[in-house]
């Protein structure tokens, strides 16, 4: 069946160093989503991409689409302590209208 | 910004009883409401699509007689855990697509059945 997979699980890295989560689909997306969650929370809307080759910047954040929209990345530079959580992507079901989610990146920064 | 309103946040009940979790859309109307679980450290596993005067869907492997949908109105899903076993606890959050891009969520409901 369709999947999103993610990696790394896991990254730790020090205050100031960068990070990079990559995102890749069993099938072509419409569209990829990007969230957050911090420890104890519920996952808060990033950004959304959906252009083939499409690259968006939120501050230290890029998000990039891959050309064949199978593909994601999203990359930190100089990362903070505020940086701190999970952050997944998430495409469309191709069935329906509902998300499905990678496995997360938990992110954590040591200062 | 749309609001997805979600409680309790946290639930203790005893194994073989019902709970059941709100989600409201505070300022939309949400057809559809997306019900996920979310296991420690885990991702999110979409259980069901509620939507506004109907049946709801159910992915593959969820019980739809354990875990009751119903969307009455435009502002309400509702899921109820009917009686709740141990492996029942985990974390239920709710969603929604908004007319902005991506989706909000509820804050979620800690469930722990003991």
């Known amino acids: 069946g369709q999947q999103v997979m993610q990696i790394p699980q896991y990254q730790h890295v020090q205050e100031g160093e960068d990070f990079t989560t990559y995102c890749n689909s069993s099938?072509?997306?419409?569209?990829i989503q990007w969230y957050k969650q911090r420890p104890g929370g519920h996952p808060v809307f990033l950004i959304q991409?959906?252009?083939?080759?499409e690259v968006k910047k939120q501050k230290r954040l890029t998000f990039q689409f891959g050309e064949a929209k199978k593909n994601s990345s999203l990359h930190i530079t100089a990362t903070q302590t505020t940086d701190v959580g999970t952050y997944f992507c998430?495409?469309?079901?191709?069935?329906?209208?509902?998300?499905?989610f990678g496995k997360g990146t938990t992110l954590s920064v040591s200062s | 910004g749309a609001v997805v309103s979600q409680h309790p946040s946290r639930v203790i009940c005893k194994s073989g009883t019902s709970v059941k979790i709100e989600c409201r859309s505070l300022?939309?109307?949400?057809?559809?409401m997306f019900w996920y679980r979310q296991f420690p450290k885990k991702s999110l596993m979409l259980m069901a699509t509620?939507?506004?005067?109907?049946?709801?869907?159910?992915e593959q492997g969820v019980e739809k007689d354990k875990f009751l949908i119903n969307h009455a109105s435009l502002t309400l899903s509702t899921l109820t855990v009917t009686s709740a076993h141990p492996e029942d606890s985990s974390f239920y959050i709710c969603?929604?697509?908004?007319?902005?891009?991506?989706?909000?969520f509820g804050s979620g409901t800690r469930l722990t059945v003991v």
């Open positions: 300022d939309f109307q949400a057809t559809t």
């Open positions: 969603s929604a697509k908004t007319q902005d891009l991506g989706y909000t």
């Open positions: 509620s939507n506004e005067g109907s049946k709801a869907t159910y």
């Open positions: 998430a495409g469309p079901y191709q069935a329906g209208t509902a998300l499905i």
């Open positions: 991409l959906v252009k083939s080759g």
């Open positions: 099938t072509t997306l419409s569209n």
